[in-house]
């Protein structure tokens, strides 16, 4: 049974925008942090943005200002709303679920959902 699963991703316009969501199960959302990564061809994955489970949130450099992340506790879901795409924003973004702080360290994390691609593109 996978604890994690995201959806949402699709093909945008440069300029656009896009809301991921990550439904995660009660256990695993109340109890651990939670975050998106996302993974570029030839790149590797790198932390997109984490919230803790009090709500503390913390991002990239390159999406400050244009992504929020958010967590909704009736649904036990996590969301990714990304406005102002880039082109450069075009990967398979991953949610993430672990006891420990979040970083761009991928060892060990807890769960992972299956991926959904996000492509900018005109």
């Known amino acids: 049974q996978r604890q994690l699963v995201e959806s949402g991703g699709g093909l945008v316009q440069p300029g656009g925008s896009l809301t991921l969501s990550c439904a995660a199960s009660?256990?695993?959302?109340?109890?651990?942090?939670m975050g998106w990564y996302r993974q570029a061809p030839g790149k590797q994955r790198i932390l997109v943005a984490s919230?803790?489970?009090?709500?503390?949130?913390n991002y990239a450099d390159s999406v400050k200002g244009r992504f929020t992340i958010s967590r909704a506790s009736a649904k036990n879901a996590v969301y990714l709303q990304m406005n102002n795409l880039l082109a450069e924003d075009t990967a398979v973004y991953y949610c993430?679920?672990?006891?420990?702080?979040?970083?761009?360290?991928?060892?060990?994390?807890?769960?992972w959902g299956q991926g959904t691609q996000v492509t900018v593109s005109s």
């Open positions: 919230i803790t489970r009090s709500g503390a949130t």
């Open positions: 009660e256990s695993v959302f109340r109890t651990h942090n």
């Open positions: 993430c679920a672990d006891l420990r702080t979040l970083t761009n360290s991928l060892e060990g994390r807890s769960f």
